[in-house]
T-cell receptor
Framework: NAGVTQTPKFQVLKTGQSMTLQCAQD?????MSWYRQDPGMGLRLIHY???????DQGEVPNGYNVSRSTTEDFPLRLLSAAPSQTSVYFC??????????????FGNGTRLTVT | DAKTTQPPSMDCAEGRAANLPCNHS???????VYWYRQIHSQGPQYIIH???NNETNEMASLIITEDRKSSTLILPHATLRDTAVYYC???????????????FGQGTELSVKP
């Protein structure tokens, strides 16, 4: 198993550009989520999904869109990048409904800089 | 999901036990306590979880108070490689509209010193 794979590892954008951060998992996990982490800060939840076709907002959803068309993939879209979105982005997944043993598995992060 | 409170930082001498506290006074009956750690800027790593009973694995022990309002993560013999930020979160099993919004908070920055 590759686990949770995030691409790209690094990205530099200009203000106003759009891009998609990719997240894929091969563990058949129902639950997937996106966090951002700013320097010296904890993890803040952006969006999450409890299964294909279902998404919901986290703590800081503004400026980001998500969709979940398959169990494996959960892309995060920035429609018009802003400097405030400079951050490290982590994707995570876990087993889902009814599971009592569902630790989150995290990817290695995408480091995004918006100039 | 209930919120958690942790001290922002702690120090521990190498070879000694590191005891990291977490307060979760609003925890409900079906919420599990999970601990993760993050070393440098890597993705967080799962350590241990529990519901009511104390738990132990190869990495750590988890002590949950009888009223479940607080817990302590114990690293029995801390090494320099245990220097990291430790996060305590509570989670209900996923179902219906529950269990999805996992809030991590700031965590505790543990410094293990020689």
């Amino acid at each position: 198993n590759a686990g949770v794979t995030q691409t790209p590892k690094f990205q530099v954008l200009k203000t106003g550009q759009s891009m998609t951060l990719q997240c894929a998992q091969d563990m058949n996990h129902e639950y997937m989520s996106w966090y951002r982490q700013d320097p010296g800060m904890g993890l803040r939840l952006i969006h999450y999904s409890v299964g294909a076709g279902i998404t919901d907002q986290g703590e800081v959803p503004n400026g980001y869109n998500v969709s979940r068309s398959t169990t494996e993939d959960f892309p995060l879209r920035l429609l018009s990048a802003a400097p405030s979105q400079t951050s490290v982005y982590f994707c995570a997944s876990s087993y889902g409904v009814g599971s009592y043993n569902s630790p989150l598995h995290f990817g290695n992060g995408t480091r995004l800089t918006v100039t | 999901d209930a919120k958690t409170t942790q001290p922002p930082s702690m120090d521990c001498a190498e070879g000694r036990a590191a005891n990291l506290p977490c307060n979760h006074s609003t925890i409900s009956g079906n919420e599990y306590v999970y601990w993760y750690r993050q070393i440098h800027s890597q993705g967080p790593q799962y350590i241990i979880h529990g519901l009511k009973n104390n738990e132990t694995n190869e990495m750590a022990s988890l002590i949950i108070t009888e009223d479940r309002k607080s817990s302590t993560l114990i690293l029995p013999h801390a090494t320099l490689r245990d220097t990291a930020v430790y996060y305590c979160i509570v989670r209900v099993p996923l179902g219906g509209n529950q269990g999805g919004k996992l809030i991590f908070g700031q965590g505790t920055e543990l410094s293990v010193k020689p």
